[in-house]
């Protein structure tokens, strides 16, 4: 009798442990995934924040530069040079989200082309408005050249924006993932000790 429970030890004890091994190892395998999953989506929403802090820099930029130039007024001038300084360092910040992305980074590097095409375009019309030359001015401004910046600025940064979207979703995808095997690996792991 003696024999028996001291076989029956001798089993169960191996077994115990590997099934506690394996619900420690399914249980990290998880928490793992969905500690990755969760530095993407913090990734993905700053990269969408900065996004949106660039592009509300833009537009107050050009509604300093149409007042200005519309009014002469220099007090215009301050929230436009506020707005193109919150531009450069919005910029910067973009720039530094987009290193892990060779595509992020190819959208990244046509969307500051675009914004300094956009912010060059503005302070030559403050020049010749500066300067008096009212008819050079108000050419600049007739012309489309400005209007396609921003559509393309808005369209650069939509694509940052929809594929940090779509990151969003994988990470998401990948927490649930995790959290269905998780419970799964626990599920199996009692049934094993049950038995």
Same mark, same amino acid.
């Given at each position: ?8 030890? /001798?089993?169960?004890?191996?077994? #115990? ?11 990290? /395998? ?6 990755? #999953?969760?530095?993407?989506? #913090? ?27 519309? =009014? ?33 980074? /190819? ?28 008819? #050079? ?52 792991? =009692? ?5």
């Amino acid at each position: 009798m003696r024999w028996t429970s001291l076989h029956k030890i /001798a089993i169960s004890l191996p077994l #115990a442990v590997l099934a506690a091994l394996s619900l420690v190892a399914i249980n990290e /395998a998880g928490f793992q995934r969905s500690h990755d #999953a969760l530095e993407q989506l #913090a990734h993905s929403q700053s990269t969408r924040s900065s996004v949106n802090r660039l592009l509300q820099s833009m537009l107050d930029a050009e509604t300093g530069h149409r007042g200005y130039l519309l =009014t002469g007024d220099n007090r215009y001038l301050e929230p436009y040079e506020g707005a193109v300084t919150t531009v450069h360092s919005n910029l910067e910040q973009l720039r530094m989200l987009m290193t892990d992305s060779a595509e992020d980074l /190819a959208d990244f590097s046509r969307l500051s082309g675009q914004i300094s095409r956009k912010l060059s375009e503005m302070e030559l019309s403050l020049h010749l408005r500066r300067k008096g030359q009212e008819d #050079a001015w108000k050419f600049v401004m007739s012309t489309d050249v400005g209007k396609e910046n921003m559509d393309a600025i808005r369209q650069h940064s939509r694509a940052l924006i929809e594929r940090s979207n779509q990151r969003v979703g994988v990470s998401q995808a990948d927490i649930r993932q995790s959290l269905v095997l998780s419970r799964m690996g626990i599920a199996l792991v =009692t049934a094993i000790g049950l038995l």
